[in-house]
């Protein structure tokens, strides 16, 4: 009886898009990293010259930071060239199965560039918080369970409101949108995540949002501040069995990579 040949490793490619002023691609690399992917940090100015590493992604993010030093207004420029140079491959590239993330600023850019909700069009908005301040904090949330979002599949079983939380830092955290569209997103079960108190004047208490697909995750708090439990700002406190499993943050992004490997879009690891 012969042994059967060791199994490769695959590993879900993912693209971390950064520009003048991001800073948090490095804390999203580690997240995608330690989720299991294989990531790649990419220039948005390479990108758009050449957006074929699209096609191949498992993952597409979008760090937080200053963007162009938020000049114009936030996410503004980077999401322009999004939306000229990106925003359909990008689109046909989550119809294939690609989980897209946006994070604070990223977020912002997800919405300009008309990705989120998704009707290629600008529907939403984020603006300054209602206190006119910059939040630093780490605030509870929570999320929809019947939302068809794959990054927050599972976390609603989190019921633990000192577990569920997640870190912001933002001045322009406030989520606004018509009537209309609110009524949309509620319909559709298009809010992934809400902040369970009022935290910066954000319409409907709104976090995260994600489109039809579920593939595509813009939020405020910063989940890859989360991955191991001492960054939890009370974790010693935490019930011991609690800190058995991932914490919220680390099974989001294994969440995206699990979709990603299910639709297909992974390759063998590199020796």
Known sequence: MTNAAPTTPTRTT???????????????????????????????????????????????????????????????????????????????????????????????????????????TQS???????ENRFIDRWVRVETNPDSPCVWTQGLDAITDPDTAMLPIANGEGRFTATDETLARLEADNLIALRYTEPVNGSANRIAGITDLTGRILGLKPHPARYLDWNRHPFWTRLPAETKTTPPPGLRLFQNAIAAATEAGLSRVAAN
């Not at 693209?15 to 294989?38: F, H, K, M, P, Q």
């Not at 114009?72 to 060239?81: D, E, L, N, P, Q």
């Not at 939403?124 to 209602?130: D, F, G, M, Q, S």
């Open 124 to 130: 939403t908005a984020l603006t300054n918080n209602a």
């Open 14 to 120: 993912a693209l971390v898009v950064r520009a003048a002023g991001t800073n948090c691609d490095a804390e999203l690399i580690r997240a995608l990293n330690l989720a299991g992917a294989s990531t790649n940090l990419i220039h948005l100015d390479q990108l758009t010259a050449d957006p074929s590493p699209i096609d191949s992604a498992g993952i597409i993010a979008f760090p937080g930071g200053f963007s162009f030093g938020d000049d114009v207004a936030s996410g503004r420029i980077f999401a322009m060239r999004v939306r000229q140079h990106l925003a359909g491959r990008s689109r046909a590239a989550v119809d294939r199965g690609t989980c897209v993330l946006g994070g604070c600023n990223g977020f912002q850019i997800l919405v300009q560039a008309g990705l989120l909700p998704g009707d290629a």
